[in-house]
């Protein structure tokens, strides 16, 4: 079964950093794409980033194209996220996404994580 655990949120002021990190277990890492994901209070949940197999190729919304920074290290099992001049309009709370394939440049048919809050005052 695989289970999917975030950390690193947290509360930053704007145009400070933070890095997630997700570890995986229950798969083999390196045979599933993986993504972030978030959602706003209010708002529906919607794709941050995600990279492939081998991390060679890799996607960014265009919000946060040239903040964000997503990675994988396969020999952890981990995920990351560094997310560099945040704004207040990055609060939500972040979700770790795996999946087999992908669709639309995400995992298709995700498992979750649970989710870590991030929170950027202004």
């Known amino acids: 079964q695989v289970h999917l655990v975030e950390s690193g949120g947290g509360l930053v002021q704007a145009g400070g950093s933070l890095r997630l990190s997700c570890t995986a277990s229950g798969l083999t890492f390196d045979d599933y794409a993986m993504g972030w994901f978030r959602q706003a209070p209010g708002k529906e949940r919607e794709g941050v980033s995600s990279?492939?197999?081998?991390?060679?190729?890799?996607y960014y919304v265009d919000s946060v194209k040239g903040r964000f920074i997503i990675s994988r290290d396969n020999t952890k099992n981990t995920l990351y996220l560094q997310m560099n001049n945040v704004k207040p309009d990055d609060t939500a709370r972040y979700y770790c996404?795996?999946?087999?394939?992908?669709?639309?440049?995400?995992?298709?048919?995700?498992?979750w994580g649970q989710g870590t809050q991030v929170t950027i005052s202004s």
């Open positions: 990279i492939k197999w081998s991390g060679s190729r890799t």
């Open positions: 996404a795996a999946g087999r394939y992908c669709s639309g440049g995400y995992p298709a048919n995700p498992t």
